[in-house]
């Protein structure tokens, strides 16, 4: 799994409330498309016109958000069923990070397992940071809706000079840093895990 340290990229507002997992990959895709390919299908029905084309109305179609790596999400984004497919398919699309002020709870949790960091906001910040920037997508200056996310000191910064503090749960903060899935991070543990069965086995042999 790719570390998750500091990233900066393009931010993106999708102001959508309730954006189940259907809605980011149709379940038929999840049986035919690899993993690898997920990213080609995500938002489906409102990124891609019935001809296959990109529908230019859709946000992530449009400069300067084409080049999305941050999405900033409304209410229950995620929710609905609990496939895996979802966080690959946004992930596939080269986003890292989805900021929003609640998750729908599975898909929250399978974020962590594959290296994309959800944060929680109040859904005042969340509004505002969407304001800003549907305002500066106005500009020439890319550089306008970029923002830093450093997940080491907890932070996002903005080139509008105000930032935001988040939490994540330390354990998913440190496997996020580290690179490390469930089974990487139990394998930390090895050595210690090693030493305990000997030891069982010496003082238990009969087990």
């Known amino acids: 799994m790719e570390k998750f340290e500091v990233f900066t990229a393009v931010a993106a507002p999708f102001v959508h409330a309730n954006v189940d997992t259907d809605r980011i990959i149709r379940i038929e895709r999840c049986a035919r498309v690899a993993r690898k390919d997920m990213g080609l299908w995500a938002f489906e029905a409102e990124r ?111 080139p509008w000079r105000h930032d935001y503090s988040f939490r994540v749960d330390p354990l998913r903060r440190i496997s996020l840093l580290e690179g490390l899935d469930p089974i990487g991070l139990t394998l930390k543990s090895l050595p210690a895990i090693e030493a305990f069965e000997a030891k069982r086995k010496s003082n238990h042999s009969w087990i």
Do not use: Y
């Not at 992530?60 to 409304?74: C, E, H, M, Q, V």
């Not at 080269?94 to 959800?118: D, H, K, M, T």
């Open 48 to 158: 891609l016109m019935p001809d296959g084309t990109k529908n230019p109305d859709f946000i992530l179609n449009r400069d300067p958000f084409k080049s999305t790596g941050i999405l900033i999400a409304s209410e229950n984004f995620g929710c609905g069923s609990s496939r895996e497919m979802a966080v690959w398919a946004i992930a596939g699309m080269g986003i890292r990070c989805v900021i929003a002020p609640s998750f729908g709870e599975i898909f929250f949790g399978n974020c962590f397992q594959n290296g994309l960091l959800p944060i929680q906001l109040p859904h005042e910040d969340i509004a505002a940071i969407q304001t800003q920037l549907l305002n500066r997508a106005e500009t020439t200056d890319i550089q306008q809706i970029f923002l830093t996310v450093n997940l080491i000191q907890q932070t996002i910064a903005t």
